[in-house]
């Protein structure tokens, strides 16, 4: 028996790549997104009674990853190379590409629904939309194994003063005042993506630690440069990317 | 872009029908399931890492449905006939056929793994396994719109004397020895099963309430006779299969 799944709509989040997509729902309660409905699917009725809930779960696909070839373990980023089953990872590359995220529900439309706390990268194609209902789907003293191990890489977080100057001073033109009310915590939340270390395991190599390479996390409508050496990290610089501002 | 689902495994579970699945995880904590791994996605190695999680997400197929048929509205069993968005409910019947239900794990073999809670059917293709992450998933004061407003549809549900001897004299001969120590914890089981009121729409219908209508659930190796009366119901038979015995 094999099921063919087809995108329900599609998201819009301020993620416009994977690198650096939050893997912790707690870094990115501030981010709101957009899920848009195909027509065939009769948002406006087939949405009806949602308004109760104040959290949802998305089903999603790893639209991004090619998961013809299996690999029975895989290595979770941040648990410093060691390999775990892939059963026992939220890994993207699994046998059948589905991934799930609980988020909360802002706001219904007529074709659409706003979440916050999204890990999504923009435009993922949307497989479902469940009730989250707690009697069932919460067990908030279940244990969890190996992540309990986990630690932050990133000691601390730092930002060029220039840098620091030129966010303010450009924060009316990021198209981020819906999540924050002013550059402080837009850098605040920068900062935690990057404390997590979204460097992939190759770029991580001990013997480079000396070199610092740039690295990019494109965001809104801008692109940020970090480097990251031994386990401090510093925002260097961000550029607005040019062409039309989302709406 | 079209998603193409293949099964990793397939379940085994003393539920050998749809009807009277429990629609809620906290009425079959009792229960347990095996889950059998194909041996093409190596669960040697897959589920390595998994024995430190206390409970798991099993993303699952509703095999048993057409979902070809999309309806934006439908009657949850729970909500007396009043319609919802499909997607307000967990109903099976929508546009991609996937469940989700967390159960807690028992035990990991070479090829499979036990768990306790599952409200599967037997035979229900597996998609997925993922680690429950109660820092991710868990959220005890969420909403949960009207569900909060679904009430227990059934009084009472009593046992004719006849039926309760005869099963404390075949306890031993009923497969469900692995969950129940007694036929009181069994029949104790059953009961809340009922109490959630398994009966199809139109079977509710209140003209009929003087009919006393026959009910049979089908689980483990034996089949059990219920009716409902008004808000009573009374369990008045059970019936073993025939055939070589589940092992």
Redesign the interface.
């Known amino acids: 028996?094999?099921?063919?799944?087809?995108?329900?709509g599609k998201i819009k989040s301020p993620f416009k790549n994977k690198f650096a997509v939050p893997r912790?729902?707690?870094l990115i309660k501030e981010i709101h997104s957009k899920i848009t409905f195909n027509k065939?699917?009769?948002p406006s009725?087939?949405?009806?009674?949602?308004?109760?809930?104040?959290?949802?779960?998305i089903?999603w696909?790893f639209?991004l990853n090619n998961s013809d070839n299996?690999k029975?373990?895989v290595s979770p980023p941040r648990f410093e190379g060691k390999k775990?089953?892939?059963?026992?990872?939220?890994s993207p590359h699994?046998?059948?590409?589905?991934a799930?995220s609980?988020v909360e529900l802002v706001d219904i439309g007529p074709d659409h629904i706003w979440v916050k706390g999204a890990d999504l990268v923009d435009k993922t194609?949307i497989?479902?939309?469940?009730?989250?209902?707690?009697?069932?789907?919460?067990?908030?003293?279940?244990?969890?194994?190996?992540?309990?191990l986990v630690r932050e890489s990133i000691d601390e977080v730092n930002i060029s003063m220039n840098c620091k100057t030129k966010f303010d001073d450009y924060f009316e033109r990021i198209d981020a005042q819906k999540d924050f009310i002013n550059s402080d915590q837009l850098i605040g939340f920068l900062s935690n993506l990057i404390k997590e270390d979204p460097r992939p395991m190759q770029s991580r190599d001990s013997s480079k630690e000396n070199v610092k390479e740039d690295f990019v996390l494109d965001i809104y409508n801008f692109e940020l440069f970090f480097h990251i050496k031994d386990r401090m990290a510093e925002i260097r610089d961000f550029k607005l990317k040019r062409g039309p501002r989302a709406s």
């Not at 028996?1 to 329900?8: D, G, N, T, Y």
């Not at 775990?84 to 939220?90: C, D, E, P």
Request: hydrophobic share 40%; with cysteine; charged share 20%.
């Open positions: 028996m094999e099921l063919l799944c087809k995108p329900i912790q729902a707690g065939s699917y009769q009725l087939s949405l009806q009674g949602l308004e109760g809930f104040s959290h949802v779960w089903l696909g639209h299996f029975a373990k775990q089953g892939v059963f026992a990872t939220r699994r046998p059948n590409p589905i799930m609980v194609p497989l479902d939309i469940k009730p989250y209902i707690p009697e069932y789907d919460s067990i908030p003293d279940a244990r969890s194994g190996w992540l309990e």
